[in-house]
């Protein structure tokens, strides 16, 4: 019996068999499921702090996976497609060596589902896809391991694997699997958490740990229960690493709310024994290099299994750079194994410490709002001792600077500045550091000037000579200093503060624009540092005079927990245009935004606008289920708020004045229960202007 069910949560099309209806499943012949547990709330900055701290459990004694593993997963590029095959699994393992990651760390180059037949031989035994593994699973792994590499595979502790065609599971059939494993040189085995027939998580999680060590053989052991039963307070004896969270999904939102659920989980991390918050999406797409280099330190600072989600064959320079950084992967792999703790989390900004083997610390000052934002600490409450300087590296410039104690930086939106810090005698020989930053993300009308103003402030205890500072605007803009841009030398703790008229030039297309910041200046010694901050100005439309359709309006930005947002039509599925006619309650809206949390949607305003309006709800292709609360923010103070509705509500009305306004943005939240199913809509969303 083929089953088709549109999917309409972040889980995605793999763990539809795990949430099929009973009736459906009995249908099948299947015993039926208890319904999937949502995963936690979103603690929010507030209570990210808030770590729960769990007796320790023991821990496996067979010295395994003593760092985080590193290594590549095919699922997150190629899902079933065609294209996963031993040619793939082979090229991935040559581009280990060639594009020096096996250098850098990874080793471990793993199968995920569909790699075998839907059904097992007549002894019960797997049987590989002879379409794609025609030479087995065995020649698979031992060209892997005569790369120097390990090889993994997948299964579910299930009947059924999670795909959507259900291949076979490993419930029932623990021993003879893991055996099998085993002869074909299996060093890692993924399990996962579909179809397992209600049997006792523990119970099922620890009959394969037992099969896995009855061959012998040492094989890395990953618990993916997606964190409905809290592994991390009962699976330190039982595998090496346990996913935390349900599926990530390759955008900013997805990864955001996965980093944020894992984060609290700090204390039950360890050498042998690690949260996993899922695989990598570096380089698939979805999210800008900036976004990317955020996830990538955020998982290294938490201590995760850094595992390539992408498909490397196809894979950008960019993304090599990325994945290959060796300052930020020694973090992820320091000894000691600390997993970073979060030391302040306040508006979006957020402040992240990790303890490092020697006595030093790694500080990721992280921001996960649209716009620049300054986020500042200091060594002594990063837990280092009080000292004259400290060494400061930072890990994505790969330079050494020094401070007096202040640690700081202006960092851009959507990104992640990541120190190595250390007390220093000899703090000296390296130049000081200095911090750039701008006070906004300018918005240009074409034709018109703007104002900006930028600060370079010197956080070391020594001079910062010949400095010069430049704002590098496209071809065709001018960008004019109007006060001061140099100085002969800037003491430490001194700031130098430099006002900017900004014009684009008529005609300029909407959209945004490179506006690097870039200070220029030599260390007493003669040294000279250049350090340049990424920035954006964005060429921006008024809107209309009138009533203003969001939907027939420009955006700013546009951020969703699944799929684009869609103008006019309901969010649909991850393709752009995929959704349908947008719907509420059984009320149809010809007109509106449709978007699915956690989703935030900015728009110009330009002081035009009095009021907003619009009719919101969840959409009906969600049936009862989703839930989510609606917002409006005006130039970042929120101006009204809608409370939380459910799919079995009716739309309801929220306005808001937004007189005097620049920006205007519109804010959808999970409701506090997650974002499975949440397809949220702004029906008849416009603007009086």
Request: hydrophobic share 35%; net charge neutral; aromatic share 8%.
């Amino acid at each position: 019996m083929r089953v088709h069910i549109r999917t309409t949560h972040r889980r995605g099309q793999r763990r539809i068999v795990g949430a099929l209806s009973a009736a459906l499943l009995c249908a099948a012949g299947v015993t039926a499921l208890p319904a999937a547990a949502r995963t936690p709330a979103d603690p929010g900055p507030a209570d990210a702090t808030r770590a729960a701290r769990p007796t320790p459990a023991p821990r496996l004694p067979d010295g395994l996976a003593k760092t985080p593993p590193m290594g590549f997963n095919n699922w997150n590029s190629t899902h079933c497609r065609a294209e996963f095959n031993e040619d793939m699994v082979k090229g991935i393992a040559d581009l280990f060596l060639a594009k020096g990651l096996k250098d850098a760390g990874y080793r471990y180059v793993n199968l995920d589902d569909c790699w075998a037949l839907p059904e097992r031989d007549g002894d019960g035994k797997l049987v590989p896809d002879p379409q794609r593994f025609p030479h087995g699973i065995k020649a698979v792994a031992d060209y892997v391991h005569a790369k120097g590499l390990k090889f993994g595979i997948y299964t579910s502790a299930g009947t059924k694997t999670c795909n959507e065609a259900g291949f076979p599971g490993g419930l029932g059939h623990e021993t003879s699997d893991a055996r099998q494993f085993a002869d074909w040189g299996v060093d890692y085995l993924k399990y996962d958490n579909c179809n397992n027939q209600g049997v006792d998580a523990k119970q099922r999680y620890r009959t394969m740990r037992d099969a896995l060590k009855a061959t012998g053989r040492p094989i890395v052991y990953s618990i993916c229960e997606w964190g409905e039963n809290k592994p991390w307070e009962w699976a330190s004896d039982v595998g090496h690493l346990w996913r935390t969270t349900g599926d990530i999904s390759d955008s900013w939102s997805s990864m955001l709310d996965i980093a944020k659920r894992n984060l609290p989980l700090a204390p039950s991390a360890g050498p042998g024994h690690w949260n996993d918050p899922d695989m990598l999406e570096v380089g698939n797409g979805g999210m800008t290099d900036t976004e990317y280099r955020s996830h990538f330190s955020l998982w290294s600072m938490m201590s995760a299994p850094l595992l390539i989600g992408s498909d490397l064959r196809k894979a950008a320079p960019e993304t090599f750079e990325i994945l290959a950084n060796k300052d930020i992967i020694a973090l992820d792999q320091d000894a000691l194994g600390k997993q970073a703790t979060v030391l302040k989390s306040d508006s979006g900004r957020w402040t992240l410490v990790k303890e490092l083997a020697g006595g030093e610390r790694a500080v990721a000052l992280f921001n996960e709002t649209d716009q620049p934002q300054r986020i500042t600490t200091t060594a002594q409450d990063a837990g280092l001792p009080q000292a004259a300087g400290y060494r400061l590296r930072d890990l994505w410039q790969h330079r050494d600077t020094h401070t007096t104690g202040t640690v700081s930086a202006t960092v851009p939106a959507h990104g992640t500045t990541v120190y190595r810090i250390a007390a220093d005698a000899r703090w000296a020989d390296h130049p000081p550091a200095v911090e750039t930053g701008t006070d906004r993300t300018p918005l240009v009308e074409a034709g018109a000037a703007t104002g900006l103003r930028s600060t370079v402030r010197n956080l070391g205890g020594s001079p910062a000579k010949q400095l010069a500072v430049t704002l590098k605007a496209p071809r065709g803009w001018q960008a004019e200093p109007t006060s001061p841009a140099t100085a002969r030398a800037l003491p430490g703790g001194r700031t130098l503060t430099t006002s900017w008229r900004i014009t684009a030039p008529a005609g300029a297309a909407p959209g945004a624009y490179p506006l690097p910041l870039t200070a220029d200046y030599r260390s007493p010694g003669g040294k000279r540092v250049t350090t340049t901050l990424p920035g954006t100005a964005h060429v921006v439309v008024p809107p209309p005079s009138g009533t203003a359709y969001a939907a027939e309006l420009p955006w700013l930005s546009a951020a969703n927990g699944w799929g684009p947002v869609e103008r006019n039509t309901s969010v649909g599925e991850r393709d752009a245009g995929d959704g349908r006619p947008i719907r509420i309650g059984g009320t149809g809206f010809a007109k509106g935004l449709g978007v699915h949390a956690a989703s935030e949607v900015g728009f110009y305003t330009g002081g035009r606008c009095a009021t907003f309006s619009a009719q919101v709800g969840i959409d009906d292709e969600s049936g009862d289920r989703g839930s989510a609360g609606f917002e409006v923010w005006a130039d970042g103070r929120r101006v009204a708020a809608g409370g939380t509705v459910t799919g079995a509500d009716a739309a309801h009305t929220i306005s808001a004045r937004v007189a005097g306004a620049e920006t205007v943005r519109l804010v959808v939240t999970d409701g506090g229960d997650g974002i499975d199913y949440d397809h949220a809509d702004w029906g008849d969303a416009k603007f009086s202007c």
